[in-house]
């Protein structure tokens, strides 16, 4: 069983920068692909990013250039550097560990 907690949302302007963590306990974090998606409300969930064991990555077309996903197996740890945020990026997100698990989610908010 994998458990997966993450942290470092909140609330940020347009323009501002959040890093978004999330920490791996269980399972062989260094061959599992770890991925980010967001939920807005009222709609579905979205991928916005992934990490495959090799370090391949792959991003929604809405957040390439401004977000970094980034992975350090040596801490079972998966982050998300978020620049240039807009308000359209404000959701609930949540880190994904090979497809089956879950984190409980994390509130980022971008507003003036």
């Known amino acids: 069983q994998v458990q997966l907690v993450e942290s470092g949302g909140g609330l940020v302007q347009p323009g501002g920068s959040l890093r978004l963590s999330c920490v791996a306990s269980?399972?062989?974090?260094?061959?599992?692909?770890m991925g980010w998606y967001r939920q807005a409300p009222g709609k579905e969930r979205k991928l916005v990013a992934i990490?495959?064991?090799?370090?391949?990555?792959v991003y929604a077309d809405s957040v390439k250039g401004r977000f970094t996903i980034s992975r350090d197996n040596a801490k079972n740890t998966v982050y998300l550097q978020m620049n240039s945020l807009k308000p359209e990026d404000t959701a609930v997100y949540y880190c994904?560990?090979?497809?089956?698990?879950w984190g409980q989610g994390t509130q980022v908010t971008v507003s003036s």
């Open positions: 269980g399972g062989i974090f260094s061959s599992a692909t």
């Open positions: 990490s495959n064991s090799a370090g391949s990555t």
């Open positions: 994904v560990s090979s497809n089956l698990y």
